[in-house]
């Protein structure tokens, strides 16, 4: 039996479901799927570092895209209209036509270029550490050249390792990724930094009936992103939007906080959650000027 870190027992189906990308009932924005393929298109050359370790940059492209579940290996199977918008993607081996309207899915398949970790120096290797860098969960941050406008960045979260039985590319190692279309920007440089922690926290689900412990990973100027503390135990289902309670203990009286988030993404072993709002003389208020900073230097020298 599987656990959720909420001690809700889950059996082998339920594993199972757990650990593939199940097609979310959220609509996706076609405007960010128009730029997505427009900076990430099938075929083209791109940078990336695992896990915000901008010191290592890999080279990878785009082999297909996977919407709703089913493969697109051309932008031939593309269909526009006359501004250029995608309207409709032929996904699959009967080419099943999936309007963009329709997409409840939509991620990224690149090659498996874990050999890449082999020619790193001794230095780089030691900060990739032993995880390995598509471990599922880990985050892949992708760099486009896109032209004169700029760089393009869009942060991808590893949904699973796989081998194609059938098609162009049967039985090669490929590796899907799920883009968190919040992080898709056109910029000279990534727009936010993420920093690397590891700090207990406590999670409170909505209405306060579900709790349980998590651990913050890394973090940006206005977002945490946690796994679960047991790595047997997977995360409870949660949507884009919903409201969760974090509460952080850095060991001193005057460094507890309460905070208000909102979940950016979730997946079976992280989630994204963006903060909202501290807790404060009583009750929940807006961040002020140095509270975020405050927040940021106590979780990086935790245990220091």
Do not use: W
Request: contains cysteine; charged residues 25%; hydrophobic residues 40%.
């Amino acid at each position: 039996m599987i656990k959720t870190f909420l001690g809700i027992s889950l059996g082998s189906k339920g594993a199972e479901d757990a650990s593939s990308e199940k097609i979310s009932q959220k609509r996706i924005d076609p405007a960010q799927i128009k730029t997505l393929i427009d900076f990430f298109p099938i075929g083209k050359k791109l940078d990336y570092c695992p896990e915000f370790k901008k010191e290592i940059v890999f080279e990878t492209f785009v082999v297909a895209y996977c919407v709703n579940g089913l493969f697109v290996y051309s932008a031939e199977a593309i269909e526009r209209n006359h501004q250029g918008d995608p309207v409709v993607f032929l996904a699959g081996e009967n080419e099943k036509r999936i309007p963009v309207s329709e997409l409840k899915l939509f991620q990224l398949l690149v090659p498996d270029t874990t050999d890449l970790e082999m020619k790193l120096d001794y230095q780089r290797r030691a900060l990739l550490g032993r995880g390995r860098q598509f471990n599922k969960g880990n985050y892949i941050s992708l760099t486009s050249n896109a032209g004169v406008k700029g760089v393009s960045t869009v942060d991808t979260e590893v949904a699973k390792q796989i081998v194609l039985p059938d098609g162009p590319y049967a039985q090669t190692k490929m590796i899907l990724l799920t883009p968190e279309f919040q992080t898709l920007a056109v910029v000279d440089q990534r727009r936010k930094a993420r920093a690397k922690t590891c700090v207990p926290v406590m999670v409170t689900l909505s209405g306060g009936q579900l709790t349980g412990p998590c651990t913050i990973v890394d973090m940006s100027d206005d977002a945490v992103r946690l796994r679960v503390r047991d790595r047997d135990t997977t995360m409870p289902v949660m949507k884009p939007g919903d409201e969760v309670t974090l509460e952080i203990d850095l060991g001193e009286a005057k460094r507890r906080y309460t905070i208000k988030g909102a979940v950016i993404r979730r997946s079976p072993e992280t989630c994204s959650i963006l903060l909202k709002a501290l807790f404060n003389d009583g009750k929940f208020g807006g961040f002020g000027p140095l509270d975020f900073l405050e927040l940021k230097a106590g979780l990086l020298n935790y245990g220091s």
